[in-house]
């Protein structure tokens, strides 16, 4: 898939949409991005893993670690396509941490996967927890980069760069219009 096509598919897939949304940020916001939806096709899935594993250009990792829940099917299928292991981290009590007997070994490469990077705050955690764990960190890939002006400070690619527009609840122009506000996120 060319960058339209991605942008064609996810549009098709009901991941973006339209309206007024409350963000998990609590900023208000136009637009809203479920990742979700695009990868519930395993063969679209596959693809944007394949895409991504193609988007890498540094070296290979020994393993693949996303953060649950939203980096759990593209990192995996990103995993597939090195030919690499993948593993997961979760939020326990606020803190991400790495479970369910999976290890990571002093000094093992490994790549961050996640479908989107939207403050950038999950990544950031995911990278010192593993870090801790005395992993070498490659780099970060991601579906969607909607990050806008900030950086991560290691190696990172996404496949879309989408620039969201959001406002604060009081400078908003769809309460001003009074529109009713949705609260999708994924704790829905
Ligand atoms: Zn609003």
């Given at each position: 898939m060319t960058t339209t096509e991605i942008k064609k598919y996810l549009k098709e897939s009901g991941s973006f949409s339209g309206g007024h949304f409350i963000?998990?940020?609590?900023?208000?916001?136009?637009?809203?991005?479920?990742?979700?939806?695009?990868?519930?096709?395993?063969?679209?899935?596959?693809?944007?893993?394949?895409?991504?594993?193609?988007?890498?250009?540094?070296?290979?990792?020994?393993?693949?670690?996303?953060?649950?829940?939203?980096?759990?099917?593209?990192?995996?299928?990103?995993a597939k396509d090195f030919g690499v292991d993948f593993v997961f981290t979760e939020r326990l009590n606020r803190k991400m941490v790495l479970r369910r007997g999976f290890k990571i070994d002093m000094g093992v490469k490994i790549i961050i996967v996640e479908d989107v990077f939207t403050t950038g705050k999950s990544t950031m955690e995911t990278y010192e927890t593993v870090k801790a764990y005395g992993a070498n960190v490659l780099g970060a890939l991601s579906i969607i980069n909607r990050m806008g002006k900030k950086k991560f400070y290691f190696p990172h690619e996404s496949l879309l760069k989408i620039d969201l527009k959001v406002y604060s609840p009081s400078s908003c122009p769809l309460c001003k219009k009074g529109l009713l506000a949705q609260k999708p996120g994924s704790r829905n």
């Open positions: 963000l998990s940020s609590g900023l208000h916001s136009p637009d809203y991005i479920q990742c979700s939806l695009a990868l519930k096709k395993p063969k679209k899935a596959e693809e944007l893993g394949i895409m991504l594993k193609k988007l890498w250009k540094g070296d290979k990792p020994d393993l693949v670690l996303s953060p649950a829940m939203g980096g759990l099917i593209i990192g995996h299928e990103t």
